[in-house]
């Protein structure tokens, strides 16, 4: 044992030493070794211990080779060795029936676990491609279960996703061969016989390769009659008690081969086949005749255009698929009920083009019920990582009332994954996020189930897309699809990107009265409240540090690792929340500032986008103070750069989180400065002189507030034209400026040069310029806030330098002036402040 545990460590470092050195046969030699012992000696539990920790090996030397064997041929030969050794064991293992079903059982996952372990790769594809129906064998054998051949098989065939030889092959052999042979579906035959078995093993692995080539599922299932059958087991009764599970693992099966079909455009049109094109046709039927009847159910298609090419949309369900999904949403099982929500909600995304259903509200009525049932016993359990798919099963096998706690949190966790993932789809709909909201304690479930990792994969892609789409009406995704483009799908794996597409798809729809209302200004600003409030805040920031990698992702959530598209769908959910000031600080304490700046990082351009973004809002209103420095310096440049954008929105926005920024002290302006390669005084200049009013404004606030960092004093004293600009912005314009006149702008320019005036080598700079001391006597001539600030430029350039200043102030008659100032404020209490700095004016002069 010691020395497998060196070895496997040393293979994670350099797995093509270890390989060469024998390691490969060496540990499929033992592994194997161990499985034979374990059928002998029964369910000994020393014997199946050792077992599990000799697979263990195995399954680890497969994991550090999955990229390696792509380029090193000793490697790939290694692979091939271990490969071998699973499907042997796992047909060994299935065809041992004078050995105890649970020793059987154990060696089969063992072997399946490994399998998974070193997949994808091409590698295991190539040497287990030919041996893969020993997979679906042991299913057929009760050796497995239907979970664990369509989560190994799915692993396995990953690497075949652009390989159309292999897929067709794999497809044939899993599932058009075994329901072929035997033939169509017999009502009396019990659930646990072998042929029940093979059926359900075959359509498990239909579900398995519909995740990832949907045109290969969807040929398979019109030429097998894979329909017929998942029809059969919907309708499916358990005569004897002890079939109960069975009985409830068939029907879920049937719900996720309905739900498999429906993600895909050509299995949309198998589902709105004639009933002919489900009928199998048995291994002795004529090819020939195969052939035309799948061409004919093609053609004839509700969904297909006139050609027969499946459009994507279906007007009309066959009606053994509404059936068969009638009687599963009244199985007594809630994991049967949670799949067939989530196949009639697909479903209803393809038939309602667009629009949602009128029943949209009352399957989320389902879904957020089922989640509340379930919330206790999820928020009890550890995290995603300790629900295992290839054990503890419901599909045969001890009855409903024996189950363990083991079994009740899977069906708990399986169930809230299908919850969400049909929410998903239907949170496109304005009046299905107002429903949603209005349940808080569904909400917090959802965000509890993130927040303690209890969702993983395709789920939380689910759930996060679900979080995004409550913290936003319709025209705000429009808004960011504008600013920050469009979401691209091509990284994404089938299932997520297919997801995406149809929770879209179904809110492009022309918007109902109900949804304009659910929309409306004030529901909107609710909702995202209510989201904050019910943990949606620390949801998104969970879901975002998981996605980046970070270390402080919890270990569950961890499994989302760098997936782009994950870290995109969370900082836009965070974007579309902090528009709301209400919930901004929360976010800030939920940690939203860190993880948007590795998102800033490490994203794709629309997620750093999103992210500076988002990070702009939250610290439009955020106190600096409670803000870690390091936090605040970090985020100036993904701010600087928003600046550079082309969209007033995220300049406007950007400005004033930097003006906040460097109000928190000296520091933090020079940063501010210093950062970008001290690019920042360029943009804001560019943006001061724009022609977007509110953004000018803005640009002059925050140079102003920038002041006296050393970096724009420079600027200033390089270009005296500047300051020359900065005293015109702030006077009203002649009458023969076009220029319109923004008072907010004036003052902030005003201000910036009584703060800009005390610095070195700026007075001489002021009034090297024409006519400077005539236009700052005619601020105190203004209202009495530009009064004080011209008064203040007075003062300190007669302090710093008195000799450029006195004379140019004297003869632009700035003592009758400033004594004006000082004499109007003993009339007008307003004046006061004007009137303190015109008496320091006064006294320098």
Known sequence: RAVAGVLVLLARESIGCVVKAGAAGTFANAAAAGAKRALQAGAAEEALARMQRLWENAAALLGAARIASATDAAVAAGVGKLVIVCMDTIREASAARDARMGARQHCCVAAMRALAAGAPSAAVLAHSLPRLDAITGAAAAGCANRRAVAACLARVLAAAVDEGDSMQEATRRLVVEPLQYWGPPCEDVELTSQRQRSVCAALAALIAIAGIDGKSAADAARSAGALAHAYSLARASADVRDQDRALEGAQALAADLISALASSREGLAVLSSSASASKPEGPLAAEDERIEQVRGAAKAAIGGNASGKPTGRIDELHTDAQGALATLLQSPSDSVRAAAVVAMVKLGASQSRGAHWDGDEAIADICLGLLDMHADALEDAGGAEEVDDFLGEWDDGAPRSERNANEALREARVVAERAVEALCYLGASPVVKRQIADESSALECI???????????????????????????????????????????????????????????????????????????????????????????????????????????????????????????????????????????????????????????????????????????????????????????????????????????????????????????????????????????????????????????????????????????????????????????????????????????????????????????????????????????????????????????????????????????????????????????????????????????????
């Open 447 to 845: 965000s509890g189930l993130v927040r303690h990792a209890k969702l993983r994969g395709a789920t939380l892609f689910g759930a996060a897309s679900l979080l995004a789409s409550l913290a936003a009406s319709r025209d705000e995704q429009r808004q960011a699809e504008t600013i920050a483009g469009e979401t691209e799908h091509e990284d994404l794996s089938p299932k997520d990107a297919e997801m995406l597409r149809k929770a879209a798809g179904v809110g492009r729809a022309e918007p109902t009265a109900a949804d304009l209302e659910a929309d409306a200004p004030d529901a909107l600003r609710k909702r995202k409240v209510v989201l904050a409030e019910s943990g949606g805040s620390g949801a998104l920031v969970a879901i975002l540090l998981a996605a980046t990698g970070s270390e402080k992702a919890s270990k569950g959530a961890a499994l989302a690792v760098a997936n782009s598209r994950l870290t995109e769908t969370a900082a836009e959910g965070i974007f579309h929340l902090s528009s709301e000031p209400q919930v901004r600080s929360g976010l800030a304490s939920a940690g939203a500032l860190p993880a948007l700046l590795r998102a800033s990082r490490l994203g794709g351009r629309r997620a750093k986008l999103l992210a500076a973004h988002a990070m702009a809002r939250v610290l439009i209103t955020t106190n600096p103070a409670l803000v870690q420095d390091a936090t605040l310096m970090d985020c100036a440049g993904p701010l600087v750069r928003l600046l550079k954008e082309d969209y007033a929105l995220q300049q406007f926005e950007a400005l004033l989180a930097l003006t906040n920024i460097a109000s928190r002290g000296y520091d933090f302006k020079c940063h501010i400065a210093d950062v970008e390669k001290a690019s920042a005084f360029g943009a804001l200049e560019e943006l001061q002189w724009g022609k977007h009013a509110q953004v000018a404004r803005a640009a002059t606030e925050c140079m102003a507030n920038l002041v006296p960092a050393p970096k724009v004093v420079a600027e200033f004293v390089k270009i005296p034209m500047r300051l020359r600009a900065w005293l015109d912005l702030a006077l009203p314009p002649g009458p023969e400026d076009e220029r319109g006149y923004d008072a907010a702008a004036a003052c902030a320019a005003a201000g910036g040069l009584a703060m800009i005036a005390g610095e070195d080598g700026i007075a001489e700079a002021m009034f090297s310029t024409d006519e400077f001391g005539r236009d700052v006597v005619a601020l105190l001539k203004l209202d009495s806030a530009l009064a004080h600030r011209g008064a203040a430029i007075c003062a300190a350039v007669l302090e710093v330098a008195p000799q450029h200043s006195r004379e140019s102030l004297e003869a632009a008659g700035a003592p009758d002036a400033l004594a004006a100032v000082v004499q109007r404020a003993v009339s007008d209490p307003s004046w006061r402040g004007a009137a303190g700095a015109a008496a320091g004016a006064l006294e320098g002069l």
